[in-house]
């Protein structure tokens, strides 16, 4: 049918024909067919004539109809033509055609090659000669070129139609249609090939300049056709050279301009690039799965194999790319080697997650082949982990010497020291245990003197934890990490003493409590500092003996709701008699621990982590969180808040990592502090880069006023954080002579430095750091998609409104 592929086939030419040597004499009866090489029909140039053997069938019709066919081998194409409808052909027109039927405006063709037909349109039909016969006013020679689309968006067929023509035509052909040079070494020797172009019509071929599309690794090295004529039967030749500059395939047409119809020869061009320095890499990614945050996780290796014919050389191994922090190279045989075919090498890759949810990045293997460098894909998961978390417990005693619990029923001696164990007891776990939190207590010291509290299992620090007089009773908060056998050594340094220890809390020091089932424990949240109560102020009398002070806090519904406990210094200030304080989440009964020991007539702080409850018998209701505060004498009481500790939710939080105490102020020498800070004098210290790290953002200290010359108090605060200036509440409470210390946690400023006020008189300051806390990457800014919750703001936490503290009687 007319318009329809009935089949298709495409022929494609290697090799002109034969032409003879002497150019074919008038009148021509010929046919030239020129495919694009773009084509699905047809490619490569054909010329049938009888001086090479074609057999033509020419049939004319009325209205100027004619069917034209030649065969030559085998190969028969036939053409039906007409002209639009009501008209005859005109010489020195071109006709547009339809391949449906003869057209008012259109001429009609079908084309037909070995019986496959295709649609014709668009193109068109240029007529050159056109004689009838008298009488019959049929065709009796024809001259035309025809240009024709075959079902695509180019022309596919080009080509001259002569039958017993006085018009002559120019046709030429190529050797071959295409070549591919195949595999070549980039940067090796030149290939080449010589296509010969041979002119196959009546008329002389004129050809112009040979050129590429693209050149890049082509080159033409000789070349007898550009700007020459050949007649009929005449050859020339272009030679092309390749030399590939970079891997993979490189495409091209060579093309030779002329006076045919099709007015060029095209001969397709390809090469692929090739390396003889080639390697396997296996795994080809290597994907870590779940991973927790901030922590070394798995290790997985890339083996690197030769397999290329010239030996390849290796740098060192990198990571890249936009999470390049969550992973690490571990081990890497490669850097240096120069591997053979067969040989091998091995880089590992380790997993530290520097934030949660997806992460990826790529090792690179730097070598000197062309691919360079070689990249693995590299993936994990970022998930929330337990390390540095804190987990508040009920008080509980673990240790008395003057009862015999946890220790002999001795006092320590002069440098005599109980390696205490911790793990397994009090609540603490037996296992993933980093730290813990302990209240200690002198009772009865023979002699001025303090306790040091260290990992067991190391050698005791330069560093105290607790200074205390002769006879008196006095107790500090201390964090300390856990040494071999989840043991701390408590060591005196003169006289003899009782020692009490309350364990109140501690720091997971890796992910067992997730695998345990408890989960992750709660952030420091550092706050502004604030004193939320003072009874002196805030009633005008003391706390009654055998009554607590119950407190609520207020840092909004999201923090409120997420806090786990409160970081929070207290003070007893003026007891009538000797006694203690015990802070706890204020539920009766109160804890048999104490939280500060106090002396009659004395100022005594303490530090303390304690935790909270959201209790429904409290004025305020559900929605504050609250604690309590017991005395066992009358006593006025100060409670000044510093930090709170979340759920391990909040934005921003931080955590711990413990520390062997390290000595970082002695004013006394100059460490830390030029001299001993004298009255209202602000000294600067700036933590040393032994004792923190980028990621730092606070310090546990133990801090000490030594000897000073008037009753004082100290206050500590970050150096260089906006918005954060000197507080309204003190760190550290001395008489006159006294030597007195307190924990305390301080944030430090951007350049790691704090600052260090002393009210009255001058004293020397030591300061001991036990630990730093550091943001943690999986709950800081920007990781919301993690669960984080609250203020994603860098900014401490700032209280809200109160309520008035209650007062309730055991």
Known sequence: MIGTITAMVAVTAVAAPVSAAA???????????????????????????????????????????????AEQAGDAWTFRMAPPSGETWTVGTTYELTAVNPAEDFAFIDVAHNGATCDEAPGYLSVSEATREAGT????????????????????????????????????????????????????????????????????????????????????????????????????????????????????????????????????????????????????????????????????????????????????????????ASFGVKADTCKGATLAKNQTCRVDVVAKAAGGGARSATLQLPNDSLTNPRTVPLTLNGVVGARGTYYPLTPVRIMDTRTGNGAPKAKLGPNGTVNLQVTGRGGVPPAGVGAVVLNVTVAEPTASSYLTVYPAGQARPTASSLNFGKGWIRSNSVTVAVGAGGRVAITNYAGSTHAIVDVVGYYASDNTPIISGVGVGGQLQPVVPLRLFDSRSDWGSK???????????????????????????????????????????????????????????????????????????????????????????????????????DDGSLANGLRFDPKTPTRIVDSRIGQGLPTNPGPAVIGTVTAPGSVVADNTRALALNVTAVSPTASTYLKLWPNGITGIDQPDVSNLNAAAGQTVANAAVTLIGPTDRFNVYNHSGTTGVVADVVGTYWLYPGTASGSAGQGVSGDTSRSPYRLGDLPTPDKVRK
């Not at 021509?28 to 057999?55: C, F, I, K, M």
């Not at 075959?150 to 046709?171: K, M, P, Q």
């Not at 993979?248 to 002329?258: I, N, V």
């Not at 604690?627 to 500790?645: A, E, L, P, Q, W």
């Open 23 to 69: 150019a074919p004499a008038a009148p021509y009866t010929a046919l030239t067919v020129d495919g694009n090489p773009l084509s699905w029909w047809h490619q490569g140039s054909r010329v049938y004539d009888q001086a090479g053997g074609a057999a033509f069938t020419v049939t004319p019709g009325a209205g100027d109809e004619l069917t034209f066919r």
């Open 137 to 324: 006013e049929r065709l009796t020679s024809f001259a035309a070129f025809y240009v024709i689309s075959c079902g695509s968006s180019r022309h596919d067929l080009f080509g001259e139609i002569r039958w017993n023509s006085t018009v002559g035509y120019a046709a030429a052909g190529t050797d071959t249609m295409s070549h591919n040079f195949g595999d070549r070494t980039v940067g090796g020797a030149a290939a080449s090939r010589t296509i010969t172009v041979r002119s196959m019509g009546s008329d002389p071929v004129e050809y112009g300049t040979a050129g590429f599309d693209t050149p890049g690794a082509y080159s033409i090295t000789a070349d007898t056709c550009s700007g020459t004529t050949r007649a009929a039967g005449e050859t020339c030749t272009v030679t092309v050279s390749v030399q590939p500059t970079k891997l993979g395939g490189e495409w091209t047409f060579l093309r030779l301009p002329d006076n045919t119809v099709i007015g060029e020869r095209l001969v397709q061009l390809g090469v692929n690039g090739v390396d003889p320095r080639t390697v396997t890499v296996a795994p080809a990614s290597l994907a870590f799965g779940d991973q927790y945050i901030a922590e070394t996780g798995g290790t997985q290796s890339v083996t690197v194999t030769g397999t290329g014919d010239t030996p390849i050389t290796f740098g060192a191994a990198t990571i890249g790319g936009t999470d390049a």
């Open 543 to 645: 706390l009654p003996a055998g009554n607590q002070v119950r407190l609520a806090v207020n840092y909004g519904p999201d923090a409120n709701w997420r806090m786990r406990a409160v970081v929070v210094n207290i003070t007893a200030v003026s007891p009538s008699a000797s006694g203690f304080l015990t802070a706890w989440n204020g539920e009766w009964p109160e804890p048999t621990t104490s939280t500060v020991n106090y002396g009659a007539g004395s100022v005594t702080p303490n530090l303390a982590v304690v935790p909270i409850r959201h209790c429904t018998d409290c004025p305020w209701g559900v929605d504050l969180p609250t604690f309590g505060v017991y005395t066992h004498k009358d006593t006025h009481v100060i409670v000044d808040i510093v930090g709170f500790i």
